[in-house]
């Protein structure tokens, strides 16, 4: 069974910085791209950032030079550190797991930004 399980989301002041973990398990994690989606209320899901399996990146520019994407594939583990956060970036983030049509999503984490 494939899991995908999200933590480190919560509750911030502008400014401020968050790491999001996402650990999977049923999977070769190795194998998968991973990425980091969010969803606001009334909004639809975007893309965030997106790691590779060759460990090559992709980052929205609404993020880029603030939030940076990383894997740590003994853990089966990535990361999403997000720094100099702002309002806008308050929304659930999940974390997404895609290898050919596999395609896998875990449960979100919420990350509200506000003083």
């Known amino acids: 069974q494939v899991q995908l399980v999200e933590s480190g989301g919560g509750l911030v002041q502008p400014g401020g910085s968050l790491r999001l973990s996402c650990t999977t398990s049923?999977?070769?994690?190795?194998?998968?791209?991973m990425g980091w989606y969010r969803q606001a209320p009334g909004k639809q899901r975007e893309l965030v950032a997106r790691?590779?399996?060759?460990?090559?990146?992709y980052v929205d520019d609404s993020v880029k030079g603030r939030f940076t994407i990383s894997r740590n594939n003994a853990r089966n583990t990535v990361h999403l550190q997000m720094n100099s956060l702002k309002p806008e970036d308050t929304s659930v983030y999940y974390c997404?797991?895609?290898?050919?049509?596999?395609?896998?999503w875990g449960r979100g984490t919420q990350v509200t930004i506000s003083s």
């Open positions: 997404q797991a895609s290898r050919n049509t596999d395609d896998y």
């Open positions: 790691i590779f399996s060759d460990g090559s990146t």
């Open positions: 049923g999977i070769v994690f190795s194998f998968y791209a």
